[in-house]
Structures are given as structure tokens and as C-alpha cells.
């Protein structure tokens, strides 16, 4: 009940309705409150008499149309509210509840000073929805009062369990101490002094405790609502028109006498069960909203909760980082304190030695000047020639950076502290969650013949970013899901369906953190278009579709598989009864596979036995020489160099049979490239096949070699020219090489006994520029030779 105290309080005031009416708007005002916020225009100032003159139009012309619609008997009786000319004269004041009101005009003169003042015109304007209106002679008195919002506010005070209150204090009523039975009002003493002197006629009216006021209030009989117009009439109909109840003499000689009317307790009955009904639909918004608050008040919780804990776990994190920055500062002054021991062993060792040879060339120094001092000349000459040898040694021994000091001073070590600082300050939160599962939008999902169109999207409120949709449709008999569709596209057709089949369809979303959960199973009936006019289909098509990717589900399709970290390889995969590819290679690339081929022509129709693992790829221009040029998408290569430089392919093999082919565009001067496969580690700047990790064929315009480590075999007859193709064909099943040139294969197997990871390569200098072409079947000299037992 004490959400409906805001309902039950006049909007000027601030207090419960005293006298309530009811303004054409439908809202509510104390009779006393709509006197005082009256504002009077003088009538030679009226909008009636500035049309009679003549003059513009003014701010008052709506107050005239106001009037008219007043009196008008289809109208509302209301027209917006756009602000009295008399504003700026007038102070605004507003309510306790905040609503701007306009005080009354000044009381006029007394007559003895001056004449009667002319008419006034009186204009109301409702202080909740500002619309503005004029009142006719009847003044207040033509708005109907509301004694069923007065009787609501009887029963609500007297269900509260607070003392009765005085119904006159202007500002913290205060509790009442006698009801007048006669004004049916509850007064405080001082207001009983004030307003209800026990003099003149008020002392006829009977005061009672308000207890008992109370009680009589609630036993009194209502009064029954008369009419505005005839106020010795009771309301007896409803005018539909107008909708508002009428009394008899409004029909007979009225404004409402050619209006329909009905019965108006009919029209009570109905009024209240059209209000219940709605009330029906309101209170369950509002159990909803109610709902929703609790959902929302679990939701501080468990922020709160969920806060806490990511707090804790962000705490934890800084702190393994902090321990390892520890463990790792550690481990360096382990390093400093070694070198400083290192340091101090050389110089150490140093002075010893220094010390020991000092010691000794002293004592040689004093052995020889003792033996100067001796006067024996055939003595002395026996020992000279091997003490001036001696001496001489050991002054040679002096000289050979003896006396230079092995260390120096200063620690050769400069901690690159850069990478780690610029880490710590791109240091910031991930997405560490999974997208919520796709919702199917039915209204965009439909059949047509053999296709079928879906349509997706995330929930309205997920948060998570997505990078991308996996869609999975079954075969049609209820069998293994499989891919149909990889892509960003939230819609998708899928065509080559079997005609009359149903087929279950399903879409899961996936970022770096993982793949959500699939969506609702969707299921789909396919129908041959016959043209009945008994064909109906699950869903309606759409009439405008955007450009949508268009998948086949049973034709053959390519699936990335990783090879080793950093790279890749495909392989082809086919249903029995599909036989045969169109497929177009420049629209796959080392990332996935493109379907949308429209506009892109489809290359040869290949057979599909053939294609048993094919593998696209280019160049690899971060593993290439620095000399090494990239061009056509990194599928042709020259140099600026008139050295031999190394480039490798993308993709690097382990198993399976692969083959290739590079075009020659340009060969000038008679140069000498080679091609091959090799390490991922080979020389870049020397021919291929110079060190033991590339085999490769190196040819010129007349002859062709193959070597490896530097080694040459097998030379054969026949060179390159502009426009010549020389193939690769790597069989790693075998583990043989074998090249041939326009389509002639190069002498017996290359090579062979092949093991490990091998990269597409090539080595030429800047008078030779070649063109990759990958995704190609086995030659025919290879099949045929595969094929024999």
C-alpha cells in the first residue's frame, strides 16, 4: 500500500487531495490548489478582443483555442501548453513536489479607491502534463470532483497504522486532535483556532475525538457524484462521445443530446473489466520486473563474489611473476658473483706467477752481477755465453704480454632489461572466455528445392568476442554431423541437399579461448519444386537476401590440418559418390579455404583419384635471403644479386606424395639456378645442394646435374630456357626425389632414402625469375610407374 502514496498526493501541495477534481488531462487537483495557481487576463487583453481589433497573433491565441476546445463537444477540452504572455510579470513558483505552478494575481484594488475592474478571464494550466485551458463562467466549479480518489484516501488512511494527521498543517502536519463532522476535516489544535473558531456559524458544528471521526467517515453513506452541468442531478448515463457520465437533462437539452449514450452502470461493469483485464497484463510486468530485480540483485552478488575472486587470482598472477623475476634476479647475481670469482682467480693467478718469475729474474740478476765481480778470465768465459743467454731468455719472457693484465676491471655484462620492461607495460587482460552458444533465427531460416538458407546470431547480451561460426548439417538420414560452413557469415546456403529429406542443422561459435556450446538443433524438409500449389515449406523464404555464402555439404572439401608449429598442410577429403572437384586455386591460401567463388573462374575439372594430397603454398619470404624479391603474392621470385641466394616454400612436408612446378620467366646470360627441397636451416647464400641440407637439380641451357653436400651425379642431357617448367616430385611414402623438365623426367630417381621435414627450394641469381605453381596432380610418368606392381 505505500507504493500507492505516491498516487494519492496532489502534485501542487504535496499532501493527500483535499476536494479533488478532475481536469480534462485526466489528472488530479485539491480544489484549493487549482484556485491558487489560477492566472487571470484581462479581458481587454483577451484573445477574443485582440482577434476583434484585429491584431497579430499573439502568445494568448492558444488560450482561445484552449476555450474553443473547451466548449467544443468532440474534443478533448486540452491543447499543449506553451507559456502565458504574462510569464515574466508573474514569479514562478513551484510545489513541494517540484512542480511549477503560477501564484493568483493581485487581489484588486477596494472599490472606494478606484472603479470595478473589468472582466478577467480565468486560465488553469495542469501542473503535470503543462497543458493549459480556460475556464468558463462556471469556473472550478465546471470540473467534476472526484469522490472515488476521495474515498480511496479515506480507506488508505485509515488502513495505516500512524495517528490521524491535520489535514490543514502547511508544512510536518501534526497529529490530529478533533474531526468536524460537518467540514469532514481532522484539524491540530492551532489549526482549530486558526481556521475553525468556535463563533458565528462554526458553533454549530459538532467536533469529535479522531478516533471517532474516523469511524463515523467510514459508516457515513458516500455522496453520490452530481452533475457538473446541473448539479441538482445525478449522473444517470454514459456519453461514449464525450466519455463522461451525464445526467438526463445534458440529453434532453444539453451539449450531449446528439450524442450516443449507454446505461451507465452497463458502462461501470464493462470500464471495470476492460481495467481488470489490463491490469491482468500489467501485473504480469510487474512480476517480471520483480523477477528481474532479483536477478539483478544476484547478479552484485555475484560480482561482488566473482570481483573477490579475480582479484585474488590477479593477485596470485603478479605475484608467480614477481617470484619468477626473483628467482630469475637470483640466478643473475649467481652469474655476477661467478665472474667475479673468475676475475679475481686470473688476476690472482697472475700475480703468483708474476711473483715466482719476479723472484727468479732477481736471483739470476744477483748470480750475475756476483759472477762481474769475479777476476777469474778463463772462469768467466766458461759460464758468459750461457748466462748472457739466460739473461737474454728471460727478457724475452718479460716482453710477450707478461705484463699486461689478463682481466680487466670492468664486468662485460649489460642486462637487457628492454624487452622485459615493454612486456610488463603491454601487460593487460585477455578474453579468457568462450562464446555463448549462436541462436538460430527462425524467421530467416528456409528450404527451397535441394538448398537450404540459415541463419544465426550471438544472444542479445553476450559480451564475449567472436572470431568465427563452425555450421554442421547431417546426411539426411539422421547419421554423423559433419562441417559445412567455417566462416565469420552469421548466414549461410547450403545447396546439393536430396530432394525431399530432413536434415538437422546446428552452429557453435568459437574464439582463441575455445568453441562454445552447440546451438538448438535445427530441422529442415527439403521438396522437390513441383510446382503444386500443395508444396509448403518449413520456413518462409525471404523476399530480400543479401549475397550469402553458398557450401555444398557432399561435395569434396579441404580441411587444414597442422603439420608442425608455424605450419601447415591440406588434405583432400571426398564422399563416394562425388567423383570430381571444381575447384578454384587461387582462392585458397595458407589460411583455409575460400568458398565464395562467384566471380572467380574455376580451373580444370580434375579427377578426384588423383588428388589423393595436394597442398597449396608460396614462398616464404621471412625464412628468404635479404636479396630475394616477392612478387604475384609471393608465388614469383628474382634477386638483385649476381650471387646465388636460397628461398624456401611456406609449407614443409613429412609425408605423403606431393608436386610442384616452376615456370621460367625470365633467364638471362646463362645462369645457373637449382631446385630442390631442403632444411629449414640450409645456407641462404650459396647454390643449392652445396651443404648437406639440400638435394637438389641445377641446371644451365645445355645440361642438368643433381647434387647434394657439394657432390655431383648423374648428368643428363638437356637444359632450361625462358618458358621452360621444371617439376618436383616429392614421394616421401618411397622417400625418393625425382625431377623432370617439360614434363621429361631428369635421368632415374634423384635421390632417395629421404627421412624428416623437407621445404619446397629454390637458389638463382637476378638473371633468372621463376613462377611456383602448386596444388597439381601426379604426372603421368609417375602414375603409370606407381601403378605397376
Same mark, same amino acid.
Given at each position: 500500500?505505500?507504493?500507492?502514496?505516491?498516487?494519492? +498526493?496532489?502534485?501542487?501541495?504535496?499532501?493527500?487531495?483535499?476536494?479533488?477534481?478532475?481536469?480534462?488531462?485526466?489528472?488530479?487537483?485539491?480544489?484549493?490548489?487549482?484556485?491558487?495557481?489560477?492566472?487571470?487576463?484581462?479581458?481587454?487583453?483577451?484573445?477574443?478582443?485582440?482577434?476583434?481589433?484585429?491584431?497579430?497573433?499573439?502568445?494568448?491565441?492558444?488560450?482561445?483555442?484552449?476555450?474553443?476546445? =473547451?466548449?467544443?463537444?468532440?474534443?478533448?477540452?486540452?491543447?499543449?501548453?506553451?507559456?502565458?504572455?504574462?510569464?515574466?510579470?508573474?514569479?514562478?513558483?513551484?510545489?513541494?513536489?517540484?512542480?511549477?505552478?503560477?501564484?493568483?494575481?493581485?487581489?484588486?484594488?477596494?472599490?472606494?479607491?478606484?472603479?470595478?475592474?473589468?472582466?478577467?478571464?480565468?486560465?488553469?494550466?495542469?501542473?503535470?502534463?503543462?497543458?493549459?485551458?480556460?475556464?468558463?463562467?462556471?469556473?472550478?466549479?465546471?470540473?467534476?470532483?472526484?469522490?472515488?480518489?476521495?474515498?480511496?484516501?479515506?480507506?488508505?488512511?485509515?488502513?495505516?497504522?500512524?495517528?490521524?494527521?491535520?489535514?490543514?498543517?502547511?508544512?510536518?502536519?501534526?497529529?490530529?486532535?478533533?474531526?468536524?463532522?460537518?467540514?469532514?476535516?481532522?484539524?491540530?489544535?492551532?489549526?482549530?483556532?486558526?481556521?475553525?473558531?468556535?463563533?458565528?456559524?462554526?458553533?454549530?458544528?459538532?467536533?469529535?475525538?479522531?478516533?471517532?471521526?474516523?469511524?463515523?467517515?467510514?459508516?457515513?453513506?458516500?455522496? %453520490?457524484?452530481?452533475?457538473?452541468?446541473?448539479?441538482?442531478?445525478?449522473?444517470?448515463?454514459?456519453?461514449?462521445?464525450?466519455?463522461?457520465?451525464?445526467?438526463?437533462?445534458?440529453?434532453?437539452?444539453?451539449?450531449?443530446?446528439?450524442?450516443?449514450?449507454?446505461?451507465?452502470?452497463?458502462?461501470?461493469?464493462?470500464?471495470?473489466?476492460?481495467?481488470?483485464?489490463?491490469?491482468?497484463?500489467?501485473?504480469?510486468?510487474?512480476?517480471?520486473?520483480?523477477?528481474?530485480?532479483?536477478?539483478?540483485?544476484?547478479?552484485?552478488?555475484?560480482?561482488?563474489?566473482?570481483?573477490?575472486?579475480?582479484?585474488?587470482?590477479?593477485?596470485?598472477?603478479?605475484?608467480?611473476?614477481?617470484?619468477?623475476?626473483?628467482?630469475?634476479?637470483?640466478?643473475?647475481?649467481?652469474?655476477?658473483?661467478?665472474?667475479?670469482?673468475?676475475?679475481?682467480?686470473?688476476?690472482?693467478?697472475?700475480?703468483?706467477?708474476?711473483?715466482?718469475?719476479?723472484?727468479?729474474?732477481?736471483?739470476?740478476?744477483?748470480?750475475?752481477?756476483?759472477?762481474?765481480?769475479?777476476?777469474?778470465?778463463?772462469?768467466?768465459?766458461?759460464?758468459?755465453?750461457?748466462?748472457?743467454?739466460?739473461?737474454?731468455?728471460?727478457?724475452?719472457?718479460?716482453?710477450?704480454?707478461?705484463?699486461?693484465?689478463?682481466?680487466?676491471?670492468?664486468?662485460?655484462?649489460?642486462?637487457?632489461?628492454?624487452?622485459?620492461?615493454?612486456? %610488463?607495460?603491454?601487460?593487460?587482460?585477455?578474453?579468457?572466455?568462450?562464446?555463448?552458444?549462436?541462436?538460430?533465427?527462425?524467421?530467416?531460416?528456409?528450404?527451397?528445392?535441394?538448398?537450404?538458407?540459415?541463419?544465426? +546470431?550471438?544472444?542479445?547480451?553476450?559480451?564475449?568476442?567472436?572470431?568465427?561460426?563452425?555450421?554442421?548439417?547431417?546426411?539426411?538420414?539422421?547419421?554423423?554431423?559433419?562441417?559445412?560452413?567455417?566462416?565469420?557469415?552469421?548466414?549461410?546456403?547450403?545447396?546439393?541437399?536430396?530432394?525431399?529429406?530432413?536434415?538437422?542443422?546446428?552452429?557453435?561459435?568459437?574464439?582463441?579461448?575455445?568453441?562454445?556450446?552447440?546451438?538448438?538443433?535445427?530441422?529442415?524438409?527439403?521438396?522437390?519444386?513441383?510446382?503444386?500449389?500443395?508444396?509448403?515449406?518449413?520456413?518462409?523464404?525471404? =523476399?530480400?537476401?543479401?549475397?550469402?555464402?553458398?557450401?555444398?555439404?557432399?561435395?569434396?572439401?579441404?580441411?587444414?590440418?597442422?603439420?608442425?608449429?608455424?605450419?601447415?598442410?591440406?588434405?583432400?577429403?571426398?564422399?563416394?559418390?562425388?567423383?570430381?572437384?571444381?575447384?578454384?586455386?587461387?582462392?585458397?591460401?595458407?589460411?583455409?579455404?575460400?568458398?565464395?567463388?562467384?566471380?572467380?573462374?574455376?580451373?580444370?575439372?580434375?579427377?578426384?583419384?588423383?588428388?589423393?594430397?595436394?597442398?597449396?603454398?608460396?614462398?616464404?619470404?621471412?625464412?628468404?635471403?635479404?636479396?630475394?624479391?616477392?612478387?604475384?603474392?609471393?608465388?614469383?621470385?628474382?634477386?638483385?644479386?649476381?650471387?646465388?641466394?636460397?628461398?624456401?616454400?611456406?609449407?614443409?612436408?613429412?609425408?605423403?606424395?606431393?608436386?610442384?612446378?616452376?615456370?621460367?620467366?625470365?633467364?638471362?646470360?646463362?645462369?645457373?639456378?637449382?631446385?630442390?627441397?631442403?632444411?629449414?636451416?640450409?645456407?641462404?647464400?650459396?647454390?643449392?645442394?652445396?651443404?648437406?641440407?639440400?638435394?637438389?637439380?641445377?641446371?644451365?641451357?645445355?645440361?642438368?646435374?643433381?647434387?647434394?653436400?657439394?657432390?655431383?651425379?648423374?648428368?643428363?642431357?638437356?637444359?632450361?630456357?625462358?618458358?621452360?617448367?621444371?617439376?618436383?616430385?616429392?614421394?616421401?611414402?618411397?622417400?625418393?626425389?625425382?625431377?623432370?623438365?617439360?614434363?621429361?623426367?631428369?635421368?632415374?630417381?634423384?635421390?632417395?632414402?629421404?627421412?624428416?621435414?623437407?621445404?619446397?627450394?629454390?637458389?638463382?641469381?637476378?638473371?633468372?625469375?621463376?613462377?611456383?605453381?602448386?596444388?597439381?596432380?601426379?604426372?603421368?610418368?609417375?602414375?603409370?610407374?606407381?601403378?605397376?606392381?
Amino acid at each position: 500500500m505505500e507504493e500507492m502514496e505516491e498516487e494519492l +498526493k496532489c502534485p501542487v501541495c504535496g499532501s493527500f487531495y483535499r476536494e479533488p477534481i478532475i481536469l480534462p488531462c485526466s489528472h488530479n487537483l485539491c480544489q484549493a490548489c487549482a484556485r491558487n495557481i489560477l492566472v487571470q487576463t484581462p479581458e481587454s487583453e483577451s484573445p477574443q478582443s485582440r482577434r476583434a481589433s484585429g491584431s497579430a497573433v499573439s502568445d494568448y491565441d492558444y488560450l482561445d483555442l484552449d476555450k474553443m476546445s =473547451l466548449y467544443s463537444e468532440a474534443d478533448s477540452g486540452y491543447g499543449s501548453y506553451g507559456g502565458f504572455a504574462s510569464a515574466p510579470t508573474t514569479p514562478c513558483q513551484k510545489s513541494p513536489n517540484g512542480v511549477r505552478v503560477f501564484p493568483p494575481a493581485a487581489p484588486p484594488p477596494p472599490a472606494t479607491l478606484a472603479p470595478p475592474p473589468p472582466p478577467r478571464n480565468a486560465c488553469l494550466t495542469c501542473p503535470q502534463c503543462h497543458r493549459s485551458l480556460v475556464l468558463d463562467e462556471r469556473g472550478l466549479r465546471g470540473f467534476p470532483r472526484n469522490r472515488l480518489l476521495e474515498g480511496v484516501i479515506d480507506r488508505y488512511q485509515q488502513g495505516r497504522a500512524a495517528a490521524l494527521r491535520c489535514q490543514l498543517c502547511e508544512k510536518a502536519p501534526k497529529e490530529a486532535a478533533v474531526m468536524c463532522e460537518q467540514c469532514d476535516v481532522f484539524y491540530c489544535d492551532p489549526c482549530r483556532l486558526r481556521c475553525h473558531p468556535p463563533r458565528g456559524p462554526l458553533a454549530k458544528h459538532r467536533l469529535v475525538p479522531p478516533a471517532q471521526g474516523r469511524v463515523s467517515r467510514r459508516l457515513s453513506p458516500r455522496k %453520490i457524484s452530481t452533475c457538473t452541468d446541473h448539479e441538482l442531478e445525478n449522473h444517470s448515463m454514459y456519453c461514449v462521445q464525450c466519455k463522461s457520465p451525464v445526467c438526463y437533462q445534458c440529453l434532453e437539452e444539453g451539449k450531449h443530446s446528439s450524442h450516443e449514450v449507454k446505461a451507465l452502470g452497463a458502462m461501470w461493469k464493462l470500464h471495470k473489466s476492460q481495467l481488470s483485464q489490463a491490469l491482468n497484463g500489467l501485473s504480469d510486468r510487474a512480476k517480471e520486473a520483480k523477477e528481474f530485480l532479483v536477478q539483478l540483485r544476484n547478479m552484485v552478488q555475484q560480482i561482488q563474489e566473482n570481483s573477490v575472486e579475480f582479484e585474488a587470482c590477479l593477485v596470485a598472477q603478479c605475484d608467480a611473476l614477481i617470484d619468477a623475476l626473483n628467482r630469475r634476479k637470483a640466478q643473475l647475481l649467481s652469474r655476477v658473483n661467478k665472474e667475479h670469482e673468475h676475475k679475481l682467480k686470473v688476476v690472482r693467478d697472475q700475480i703468483s706467477h708474476c711473483t715466482v718469475k719476479l723472484r727468479q729474474t732477481t736471483g739470476l740478476m744477483e748470480y750475475c752481477l756476483e759472477v762481474i765481480k769475479e777476476n777469474d778470465p778463463s772462469g768467466f768465459l766458461q759460464i758468459s755465453d750461457a748466462l748472457i743467454r739466460r739473461v737474454h731468455l728471460t727478457e724475452d719472457q718479460w716482453g710477450k704480454g707478461t705484463l699486461t693484465p689478463r682481466m680487466t676491471t670492468d664486468f662485460d655484462l649489460n642486462l637487457d632489461n628492454a624487452p622485459l620492461l615493454q612486456s %610488463i607495460h603491454q601487460l593487460d587482460f585477455v578474453q579468457m572466455k568462450v562464446p555463448a552458444p549462436p541462436i538460430l533465427q527462425l524467421e530467416e531460416c528456409c528450404t527451397h528445392n535441394n538448398s537450404a538458407t540459415l541463419s544465426w +546470431k550471438q544472444p542479445p547480451l553476450s559480451t564475449v568476442q567472436v572470431e568465427g561460426y563452425i555450421l554442421e548439417l547431417d546426411d539426411g538420414n539422421g547419421g554423423q554431423f559433419r562441417e559445412v560452413y567455417v566462416g565469420k557469415e552469421t548466414m549461410c546456403t547450403v545447396d546439393g541437399l536430396h530432394f525431399n529429406s530432413t536434415y538437422s542443422a546446428r552452429v557453435k561459435a568459437f574464439n582463441k579461448s575455445g568453441v562454445s556450446p552447440y546451438s538448438k538443433t535445427l530441422v529442415l524438409q527439403t521438396s522437390e519444386d513441383t510446382q503444386s500449389e500443395e508444396q509448403t515449406l518449413p520456413f518462409p523464404v525471404p =523476399l530480400e537476401r543479401s549475397q550469402l555464402r553458398r557450401m555444398s555439404p557432399f561435395s569434396s572439401t579441404l580441411n587444414l590440418q597442422p603439420s608442425f608449429a608455424g605450419r601447415s598442410y591440406f588434405e583432400l577429403r571426398s564422399s563416394a559418390h562425388q567423383l570430381s572437384l571444381h575447384s578454384s586455386l587461387q582462392s585458397l591460401n595458407s589460411a583455409g579455404c575460400n568458398f565464395d567463388t562467384q566471380g572467380t573462374p574455376y580451373s580444370q575439372l580434375v579427377d578426384i583419384k588423383k588428388m589423393v594430397a595436394v597442398a597449396w603454398f608460396s614462398f616464404d619470404p621471412s625464412s628468404a635471403h635479404a636479396d630475394i624479391i616477392f612478387s604475384n603474392d609471393n608465388l614469383t621470385v628474382t634477386c638483385n644479386s649476381y650471387d646465388d641466394r636460397v628461398v624456401l616454400g611456406k609449407t614443409g612436408f613429412s609425408k605423403g606424395l606431393h608436386y610442384w612446378e616452376l615456370s621460367i620467366d625470365r633467364y638471362d646470360n646463362h645462369p645457373d639456378p637449382a631446385f630442390g627441397v631442403a632444411r629449414i636451416d640450409v645456407l641462404k647464400d650459396a647454390m643449392l645442394g652445396k651443404d648437406d641440407k639440400a638435394w637438389a637439380m641445377y641446371v644451365d641451357n645445355n645440361r642438368s646435374w643433381f647434387m647434394h653436400n657439394n657432390s655431383h651425379t648423374n648428368r643428363t642431357e638437356g637444359g632450361i630456357t625462358k618458358g621452360a617448367t621444371v617439376g618436383v616430385l616429392l614421394d616421401l611414402t618411397r622417400r625418393t626425389l625425382t625431377f623432370s623438365i617439360n614434363e621429361d623426367q631428369q635421368g632415374p630417381v634423384a635421390f632417395e632414402n629421404l627421412e624428416g621435414l623437407f621445404f619446397p627450394a629454390v637458389s638463382l641469381n637476378r638473371n633468372v625469375q621463376v613462377t611456383l605453381h602448386t596444388g597439381l596432380p601426379v604426372p603421368e610418368f609417375y602414375a603409370s610407374r606407381s601403378a605397376m606392381p
